[in-house]
């Protein structure tokens, strides 16, 4: 099975503190998602990576940088927090080849305050 | 303009009593179209993907269909436990690797 681990579940930080959450997976897979999930919005697209430093930003990125050193880490980063950045953010990976499956990891929780 | 819409946004079954989840699609070049459960506080588990018109997968009391504009997500002899959020998402052929995700329909099974 597939195992895609994040960080923190549960994350309380302050206006204008730098911000890092970390993706891990554990089966070498190319591309890489951070998405943010809030009531009524559904799910939205911050950045992706496709490999090792390359990434491409999504339909949100303003507020946000994500870094993309090894494989199997994808971390994103909130530069100075802001309090409309309280959300769930959700990492996910996507085997391509043959068959498209798309994993995520259990969510960070993350409260601005 | 939506590209993925999912119907109803809610749903209230009895335990046993049949029914289906629509997630309809506008877009072109189809390379995939994804059904997941999501509980609440937590992320998303994967449940089917379809290629192709035509294409059921099942699992348990869920089984996916897929046509050229939309996708069923049938659930028979619906459980307490199968309470959740249902999300469709697709992937097609802009080159772009991210899914476009619908808005989900939230599933309540009363015993």
């Keep these: ?113 | 303009e939506d590209q993925v819409t999912q119907s109803p946004e809610a749903l209230r079954l009895q335990e046993g009593e049949s029914s289906s989840l629509n997630c309809s699609y506008t877009v072109s070049g189809l390379r995939g179209l994804f059904w997941y459960r999501q509980d609440p506080g937590k992320g998303p588990e994967f449940l089917f993907t379809l290629y192709s018109a035509g294409e059921e997968k099942e699992k348990e009391r869920l089984k996916a269909t897929l046509t050229k504009k939309e996708s069923f997500l049938h659930i028979t002899a619906p459980k307490p436990e199968d309470s959740a959020t249902y999300l469709c998402a697709v992937h097609w052929d802009t080159g772009r690797r991210a899914l476009t995700f619908g808005s989900g329909t939230r599933l309540q099974v009363q015993p």
């Excluded at chain 1, 530069?79 to 996507?94: G, V």
């Design chain 1, 1 to 113: 099975d597939v195992k895609v681990t994040q960080s923190s579940r549960y994350l309380v930080k302050r206006t204008g503190e730098k911000v890092f959450l970390e993706c891990v997976q554990d089966m070498d897979h190319e591309n890489m998602f951070w998405y943010r999930q809030d009531p009524g919005l559904g799910l939205r697209l911050i950045y992706f990576s496709y490999d090792v430093k390359m990434k491409e930003k999504g339909d949100i990125p303003e507020g946000y940088s994500v870094s993309r050193e090894k494989k199997e880490r994808f971390s994103l980063i909130l530069e100075s927090a802001s309090t409309n950045q309280t959300s769930m953010y959700l990492c996910a990976i996507l085997s391509s080849g043959s068959y498209y499956e798309q994993y995520f990891g259990p969510g960070t929780r993350l409260t601005v305050t």
